[in-house]
């Protein structure tokens, strides 16, 4: 029988994977409400006066810290701003430091 001996991620690299995790699930529920809409990342964008790049960032994993920038992606995807800013809080530790 052989042991191996698996090694414990260090705190930072915890805190790291944990965000990122935060960070995908946002940009998954940005991405939902445009799928079932039928829009493309390019119409997406451009109604939130975006370029298509950066929305694909956010669906990414990217968070935007632009309190405005949540706004118009929030009108982009019909969504309310109570909706948006509960997403934001839900998944808030993406945008920790």
């Not at 994977?17 to 940005?30: K, Y």
């Not at 370029?51 to 969504?79: H, K, N």
Request: net charge negative.
């Amino acid at each position: 029988m052989s042991m191996f001996r698996i090694a414990s991620p260090s705190p930072e690299a915890l805190v790291v994977a944990s965000r990122q995790s935060w960070r995908w699930l946002f940009g998954r529920m940005i991405g939902h409400p445009r799928l079932d809409l039928g829009r493309s990342v390019q119409q997406t964008a451009q109604l939130a006066g975006m370029e298509s790049s950066e929305w694909a960032a956010v669906e990414a994993g990217y968070v935007p810290a632009d309190p405005g920038r949540l706004r118009s992606m929030a009108a982009a995807i019909e969504i309310s701003w109570e909706s948006m800013a509960t997403l934001v809080l839900i998944c808030r530790e993406g945008w920790e430091s």
